[in-house]
């Protein structure tokens, strides 16, 4: 059985990692609240802008845009969104298992987030090129980013780019998924954009799509314009979606282990008891002892 001064280490060291991880819960939560406001703000604008593209696709002619045709080149290009710190659960270890799930041979990376970056070097994937961002992600640094895949997607050499990122959908759930960001496909440009039960269509209904627009200089015109800025701020809403992951997940996790320190302090401080009991225990039986030998 340990002493009585093991015992008192181990239950100040308890409540030492005890007071960070609340501090760390703390700190979360008050992130956890930007990064959600952050990431419901853009979902209406997402939507609307999915809405305005429905529209502007039915005034086009049969010619199709650059951005909505299969190119010739045979590599898929994915960028990953994780995160820079730990602590976040299995945040990116279940967005790294849907990686290596769907993720070609001929996959490159572009990554965002150091953890992911790391995991998928080791894993033997060629990381073409890593980004930065701040936290909370501002456009201006989102923006850099959609244009650099466009500007790959354009050269030809990559057939594909999709995203892979962790969708927030409540405080205790979010759900890793990998999106195609380009080519766009122009039957998926009415699909429910508000990150809330990704995949599932949205009902486009008729009189919602058949508004008569007037266009200035001409419907492609307007399209050449609109098209990066819908990748653009599809590839900003996922990075906000993921930080609001983030700061959710940990969080969870960081009130998870303040409140087993809290348990482990009470079974410890129980154990001390016990302990200091059975020793007092001993030491009256021992002078009792020594009283009766001496009669």
């Known amino acids: 059985m340990a002493n ?3 015992i008192r280490r181990r239950i100040k060291s308890v409540k030492n990692t005890s007071q960070i991880t609340k501090a760390m819960q703390l700190v979360a939560a008050a992130k956890m609240k930007k990064a959600q406001d952050q990431a419901l703000a853009g979902r209406d604008y997402a939507d609307r802008l999915n809405r305005v593209l429905v529209d502007l696709k039915k005034n086009l002619s049969e010619e199709e845009h650059i ?10 290009l994915l960028l990953v969104i994780s995160t820079d710190k730990g602590l976040c659960g299995g ?4 967005l790294l298992k849907k990686v290596r799930a769907e993720a070609g041979e001929d996959t490159e990376v572009v990554t965002v987030g150091r953890k992911l970056r790391i995991s998928l070097g080791k894993l033997g994937h060629k990381i073409v090129s890593d980004w930065e961002v701040a936290d909370p992600t501002p456009f201006s640094d989102a923006k850099p980013l959609g244009t650099y895949l466009t500007d ?3 050269s030809g050499e990559y057939s594909s780019v999709k ?34 039960g990704m995949g599932e269509a949205a009902e486009v209904k008729e009189t919602d799509h058949s508004r008569d627009y007037i266009f200035e200089p001409d419907a492609e015109g307007v399209l050449d314009r609109l098209l990066p800025l819908y990748l653009n ?3 900003y809403q996922m990075i ?3 930080r609001a992951s983030e700061h959710s997940s940990r969080m969870v996790a960081m009130k998870a282990a303040t409140d087993n320190a809290e348990q482990m302090i009470k079974d410890l401080t129980l154990e ?11 030491e009256l039986l021992e002078i009792t002892t020594a009283m009766k030998a001496m009669e």
């Open 4 to 6: 009585l001064r093991d």
């Open 67 to 76: 951005l909505l045709k299969q190119p010739a080149g045979k590599k898929e």
């Open 91 to 94: 945040l990116n270890t279940n």
């Open 152 to 154: 790959q997607f354009l």
């Open 163 to 196: 995203v892979a990122f962790t969708n927030f959908e409540t405080t205790l759930t979010q759900t890793p998924w990998i999106l195609q960001l380009l080519p766009l496909e122009e039957s998926k440009l009415a699909e429910k954009r508000s990150y809330e």
């Open 233 to 235: 701020y599809q590839v």
């Open 240 to 242: 906000l979606e993921a």
């Open 272 to 282: 001390y008891n016990k302990v200091r009991q059975a020793a007092i225990t001993s």
